[in-house]
């Protein structure tokens, strides 16, 4: 029985100091999926110690391939890859376990999978995954949440995306690579982590263009070569800390950052009071003593406000002099972190997806649950700026996607410790 954990915060310390931003989980999970698309061993650096990318390495295991965490690091072999059943259990640990539908398939043309499921933030259907790869050829017959895929006669060819899905466009980059010919995505998602495939891919020798676009093209190759390469840095951890000093009226400076990846974070902390400054690789952030609220944020696919950042921001907005609203475009059940906020004092509305939050003075300490991820890291940056003590719950959801970030905010300053309990 896993050991269940949580954090314990006491609120009021100014969040101060520099902090080197780890690779990208959006970016490593797809990545760790493309990896069993050459022959031989891969190394991805600065890989993030965090339990999905654990959870991924299991099912590659399970898949045949040879997977080694080192320091910082993820060696990847797919010489053993042999099973193309995705090992149920698994994939309903994970989500983006269905990132490996397309490589599967691309290079065993053949694949079954189960449905990924919901999860807290939405129901999170396939059916543009699934159009992607019909698109290729792939025949897929669906029964009692069994996905069978037959490549045999998958083709290259033109997809065309009703919504930039960012795990759709991906799944058919991946099952597109080793397809001999040209495929052209239109309407892809245009994420800062797909480019990031698409250079690991091309490390690999692929021949892949367009990302970030909305336009991607691919020209099937014979077959991709090892790699080592390392990805981009995590925009989600590195916004989650800009506003985490942003509450507590701190200071801090990312290191290892991407500037251009920030940006509509950096805008909206502006648009509250704070001060950010930039360079190549560093993004600088000092706050004023009370934030103000901003007016509206949307959150929508890239370059749009990323949907990873809203409950942060939502945190943000609880002590902002004023009132702002939220509006969740990406996911339909996004909020779920609200009713925890409101546990310490914050004063917010909801309707549908629209969150209309009108500043406090100051939270209070409380005893609160994370629900999902990003919902989880919000109740943390919003027990730094509270009054009192606060215990958030759920400790392993936040740990989906932060490498102890109980450490990372202690360096900074943060009275925040891990707690059995
Ligand atoms: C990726 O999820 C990220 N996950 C998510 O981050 C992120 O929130 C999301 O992109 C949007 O930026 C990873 O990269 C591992 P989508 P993904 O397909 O690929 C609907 C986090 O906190 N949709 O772009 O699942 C879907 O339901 C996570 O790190 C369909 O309707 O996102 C959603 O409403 C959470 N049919 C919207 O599109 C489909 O076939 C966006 O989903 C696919 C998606």
Redesign the pocket.
């Known amino acids: 029985m896993e050991n269940v954990e949580g954090f314990r915060v006491l609120g009021g310390e100014k969040i101060e100091g520099q902090v080197r931003l780890q690779g990208a989980?959006?970016a490593v999970?797809?990545i760790l999926a493309a990896a069993l698309l050459p022959e031989g061993e891969t190394v991805i650096r600065d890989c993030p110690d965090i339990r999905d990318v654990h959870a991924m390495a299991g099912i590659l295991r399970q898949l045949g391939c040879r997977c080694q965490a080192g320091r910082n690091e993820m060696r990847v072999s797919s010489a053993g890859l042999t099973g193309w059943e995705m090992p149920d259990g698994l994939s309903k640990q994970i989500?983006?376990s269905i990132?490996l539908l397309g490589p599967i398939l691309g290079k065993l043309r053949r694949a079954t999978v189960t449905y990924p499921g919901g999860c807290e933030?939405?129901?999170?259907?396939?059916?543009?995954?699934l159009k992607g790869l019909r698109a290729l050829g792939v025949s897929v017959r669906e029964d009692g949440g069994v996905i069978r895929c037959d490549g045999g006669n998958m083709h290259p060819g033109d997809v065309y995306f009703d919504?930039?899905?960012?795990?759709?466009t991906?799944n058919v980059m991946m099952a597109a690579a080793l397809l001999p010919g040209v495929t052209t995505v239109h309407n892809a998602?245009r994420?800062p982590?797909i480019e990031d495939l698409q250079g690991f891919l091309n490390a690999m020798g692929g021949r892949v263009s367009g990302a970030g676009t909305q336009v991607i093209r691919i020209e099937g190759v014979e077959k991709l070569r090892s790699a080592a390469y390392t990805p981009i840095p995590d925009r989600?951890v590195g916004g989650t800390l800009l506003c985490a000093a942003a509450v507590t009226g701190g200071e801090i400076s990312l290191d290892n950052a991407r500037p251009a990846d920030l940006l509509p974070v950096a805008e909206k902390l502006k648009e509250m009071g704070c001060g950010v400054e930039t360079e190549k690789t560093r993004v600088r952030l000092w706050a004023p003593a009370r934030l103000r609220a901003f007016s509206c944020l949307q959150t929508q696919?890239?370059p749009g406000f990323?949907?990873?950042m809203q409950a942060q921001m939502l945190a943000a907005a609880c002590t902002a002099e004023g009132t702002g609203v939220i509006v969740e475009n990406?996911?339909?059940n996004r909020l779920s972190h609200v009713a925890d906020l409101c546990r310490m004092g914050a004063d917010i509305r909801v309707s549908g997806r629209t969150a209309v939050v009108t500043g406090v003075k100051k939270l209070h300490g409380a005893r609160v649950s994370a629900r999902d991820?990003?919902g989880g890291a919000a109740l943390v940056i919003a027990a730094l700026g509270a009054e009192g003590e606060t215990t958030v719950e759920n400790a392993a959801l936040i740990d989906r996607?932060y490498a102890r970030l109980e450490s990372t905010l202690a360096c900074l300053g943060a009275k925040i410790e891990r707690i059995p309990l």
């Open positions: 989980k959006n999970l797809p989500r983006s990132f933030i939405g129901l999170r259907p396939i059916d543009l995954h919504y930039p899905s960012v795990g759709a991906e998602a994420e982590e989600i696919p890239h990323p949907t990873d990406v996911f339909e991820l990003r996607g």
